[in-house]
């Protein structure tokens, strides 16, 4: 049986890394090989431009690491595929442009995140937009 596909959101990604919780379990979840998470150069990108700044400098100090030991680590466990331009959805934050990208690309069957812009529009090409503890109570009544 296939593993289900989730594009996690930039905002998802840096709650996993650094903090306990939904988004945690997501990554959890994709190291024990129950789900399959995919991501882009693109959102990689803009995840290490997020990490790097000042407000998360003393968490990720706390958690005695470094943006580039949470990006290689993250790495090692999701599925990185060619990014994909589409036509403009969300004018008022066109990065999100590449989170849908991302999930079309990628035949996700979840696109996961926080972010309201993504979240307004519910459901892209056929798929669901939710949030982490959404996609937590589903996946704990289907599995």
Known sequence: MAKVRIVPDTNVYVSALLWTGNPHRLLRMAE?????????????????????????????????????????????????????????VITRDPDDDTILACAVAARAEWLISGDDHLLRVKRYKGIPIVTPSQFSRIWEKSH
């Not at 024990?32 to 995919?38: C, D, F, S, W, Y």
């Not at 968490?59 to 990185?80: D, G, H, K, Y």
């Open 32 to 88: 024990a090989g129950e789900l399959t998470l995919v991501t882009t150069p693109a959102i990689m990108e803009e995840l290490r431009d997020v990490l790097g700044r000042p407000k998360f400098r003393l968490r990720i100090r706390t958690l005695q690491t470094s943006v580039a030991e949470l990006i290689e680590s993250l790495l090692s466990v999701v599925e990185v595929i060619p990014d994909l331009p589409i036509e403009p």
